[in-house]
């Protein structure tokens, strides 16, 4: 095989759409909330949820990170993060809150599309992330270290000039940390793909699946949400649907656990160059993705719905 040709290349091409789609969203948004503390708004918007964000020992200010989340994938809140002033501490809780949160419009309806309601996955998504925060500001270390971003004191940006020196800097910082990982990402997919490692991968997790309350036949996907995500894996994912190599019983199963822990690398890597530790934010997904599921079960079982095992489509039709 022609590395550089068949691996290399597409995974730069590739790449380099993604890093400006991308990159297409964050900057106008970096340069909004830049201009949003420069005039005050920021601090405006404390003032209103101090008490609300207070539980998850957040500063009221970085409700607008959190509400971008929901709406836009994680790169477009980490760019708001990297315009304002926050602690480690804010900084891990933030990451957790966030990395469950985000897209959530478009990653839902990905689910939606292979077996579980949209709106139950986005409540799902949404009350866990809340009570993730509240969880982590009653267990996390008060002291965790100085602020990890420093927006430029108001006393030195006395003009529009400023503002945008200041936004060009860290965009520019940003826009570097994207390229770097989407294009390594791109480089680790298409090898696992050339070589045939997914579906033998598949295999060896089967005792890690049973441990999250898994089918082993979700082993393909579940390793699919875990590299490349909801938004992008949706294709792959719903192929298997519709192959009938997964039951809707057993991809609504994964889909409860994919909404608290999925594109494990991509996401953590983005905050772990930020500053975080990998063990605080990847330890709380697997713990919250492993409950869900167990307690998705245990209800259930307790409405006498058991998880049907994997039924070819000709079975399927013959049944209709």
């Given at each position: 095989?022609?590395?550089f040709k068949?691996?290399?290349?597409p995974?730069?091409?590739?790449s380099?759409?993604?890093?400006?789609?991308l990159?297409?969203?964050?900057?106008?948004?970096?340069?909004?909330?830049?201009?949003?503390?420069?005039?005050?708004?920021l601090?405006?918007?404390a003032?209103?949820?101090?008490?609300v964000?207070?539980?998850?020992g957040l500063?009221?200010?970085?409700?607008?990170v959190?509400?971008?989340?929901?709406?836009?994938?994680?790169?477009a809140?980490?760019a708001?993060?990297?315009?304002?002033e926050?602690t480690?501490?804010?900084?891990t809780?933030?990451?957790?809150?966030?990395?469950?949160?985000?897209?959530l419009p478009?990653?839902c309806?990905v689910?939606?599309?292979?077996?579980?309601?949209?709106?139950?996955?986005f409540?799902?998504r949404l009350?866990?992330?809340l009570?993730?925060?509240?969880?982590?500001?009653?267990?996390l270390?008060?002291?965790?270290?100085?602020p990890?971003f420093?927006?430029?004191?108001?006393?030195?940006?006395?003009?529009?000039?400023g503002?945008?020196?200041a936004?060009?800097?860290?965009?520019?910082?940003?826009?570097l940390?994207?390229?770097?990982i989407?294009?390594?990402?791109?480089?680790?997919?298409?090898?696992?793909?050339k070589?045939?490692?997914?579906?033998k991968?598949?295999?060896?997790?089967?005792?890690?699946?049973?441990?999250?309350?898994?089918p082993?036949?979700?082993?393909?996907?579940?390793?699919?949400?875990?590299?490349?995500g909801?938004?992008y894996?949706?294709?792959?994912?719903?192929?298997q649907?519709e192959?009938?190599?997964?039951?809707?019983?057993?991809?609504?199963?994964?889909?409860?656990?994919?909404a608290v822990?999925?594109?494990?690398?991509?996401?953590?890597?983005?905050?772990?160059?930020?500053?975080?530790?990998i063990?605080?934010i990847l330890?709380?997904r697997?713990?919250g993705?492993?409950?869900?599921?167990?307690?998705?079960?245990?209800?259930?079982k307790?409405?006498?719905?058991?998880?049907?095992?994997?039924?070819?489509?000709?079975?399927?039709?013959?049944r209709k």
């Amino acid at each position: 095989m022609n590395f550089f040709k068949e691996v290399i290349n597409p995974s730069l091409k590739k790449s380099g759409h993604t890093a400006i789609w991308l990159l297409k969203i964050i900057l106008p948004i970096s340069l909004a909330v830049r201009f949003l503390g420069y005039f005050g708004v920021l601090n405006f918007i404390a003032g209103f949820l101090d008490p609300v964000f207070g539980y998850m020992g957040l500063p009221g200010s970085t409700a607008i990170v959190f509400i971008t989340s929901i709406f836009l994938p994680l790169y477009a809140p980490i760019a708001i993060i990297t315009s304002m002033e926050i602690t480690l501490r804010e900084l891990t809780i933030l990451a957790l809150m966030c990395q469950i949160t985000h897209n959530l419009p478009v990653e839902c309806a990905v689910q939606a599309k292979t077996g579980t309601s949209f709106w139950a996955v986005f409540v799902l998504r949404l009350i866990t992330s809340l009570t993730v925060g509240v969880v982590l500001n009653l267990i996390l270390p008060l002291e965790m270290g100085m602020p990890m971003f420093n927006r430029t004191a108001a006393v030195e940006i006395v003009s529009i000039g400023g503002v945008f020196m200041a936004w060009l800097k860290s965009s520019l910082n940003i826009a570097l940390v994207i390229i770097f990982i989407v294009t390594s990402l791109n480089i680790l997919y298409i090898v696992l793909e050339k070589y045939d490692l997914i579906s033998k991968l598949s295999k060896w997790i089967e005792p890690i699946l049973k441990f999250f309350g898994l089918p082993t036949s979700t082993g393909f996907l579940w390793l699919i949400g875990y590299i490349v995500g909801l938004a992008y894996g949706g294709a792959l994912m719903a192929d298997q649907m519709e192959e009938g190599k997964v039951s809707k019983p057993e991809a609504d199963l994964l889909n409860y656990h994919l909404a608290v822990s999925h594109s494990v690398i991509e996401d953590n890597l983005l905050f772990v160059a930020l500053g975080v530790s990998i063990w605080w934010i990847l330890g709380t997904r697997l713990v919250g993705s492993w409950a869900v599921v167990w307690i998705r079960r245990g209800y259930l079982k307790l409405r006498g719905r058991s998880i049907t095992p994997v039924v070819s489509l000709q079975t399927e039709k013959v049944r209709k």
